[in-house]
């Protein structure tokens, strides 16, 4: 009879009082013991399974009279509730413990990152951006902005581009594929920001147009399909080609330094007349002559020149009263040559250690 009450050897005696409390105590103690829910599923096995003394005690409850039946049957079912109940708290002790240590042993240590962690700062593009903008605000200009995906017409039309031009071509610009047929395109450069000051009405004007511009150019060390410009537009009463000159010398000297000098030379551009690119002294060989500038001392920055009166007159500005320049340059070359770097897809290429560097 002992053996029954604490192994649960499949006897079918009637247990007494005394064996049901002992083989309830033991039943406790191998619940409260588990450590694991796998442990705990063994000793719920064990002690309120089939073939566990309890349940096997039920069993045996026939052969009692009726009283003695209905006082052991009530102990027992006590007793098997008493520890189903205890059972059911242990799993949600383990469940809650085995959860807590999956976090713990997912946790990532970040001590080291902390520790290695560097304050960031804007990309050199973005700080040669700013620097400009604050140089033309400091000469009484306005910064301008204009979408990135232009009309057909602020684009090329009222800039006096004729229907043929190349830059017109989808294999120079990126065209916009749009329910409806409408003619739109990434801008292939911030000269359309001129259009819409125009548009504007409110003259005179002394604006520059920093932004993203887009063209079909395979990436190499002076070229990206995506990359930066500025515009300066001046339109007032009066403006010649004398106040372009000084515009442009005077801030390439406050980008560059004193020691930096530009020279224009003449060229063409369907919104300009006359025109001109506008070319400073070479950073890396000082005008000396170096493989980079050809040996000729000069490097090429932009194009500049008076804006063309068919451009007044596309946006209803009369060019009799009115007179203007413009002139426009790469932010991201302009940041190249400053910053001695050889390949302009180095800005691009995100490695921590170049950037880190400027």
Known sequence: MGDDTTGGTGTEAPPDPGAVEAAAAAARGALQAAGSLEALEAARHAHLGRSSPLLVWRRSLGALDPDERRRVGLVLNDRRAELESLAEARA???????RAAQLAADALDLTEVTARWRPGHLHVVT????????????MGYEIAEGPEAESDWHNFTALNMP????????QDSFYLDLAGGASLLLRSQTSPVQVRLLERGQLPIYAVAPGRVYRRDTAD???LPVFHQIEGFVVDRGV????LVGTIDTFVRAIFGEGTRSRLRPAYFPFTEPSAEFEVTCTICGGEGCRTCGQVGWIELGGCGMVHPAVFQATGVDPEEWSGFAFGFGIDRLALMRHEVEDLRTFIENDVRFLRQL
């Open 163 to 170: 229907p043929d031009h190349p830059a017109r071509s989808a």
């Open 92 to 98: 949600a002790e383990l469940a809650t413990e085995a």
């Open 127 to 138: 700080q040669v951006r700013e620097e400009l903008e604050d140089v033309f605000v400091g």
């Open 240 to 243: 010649t080609f004398a106040d």
């Open 221 to 223: 060390a002076r070229h």
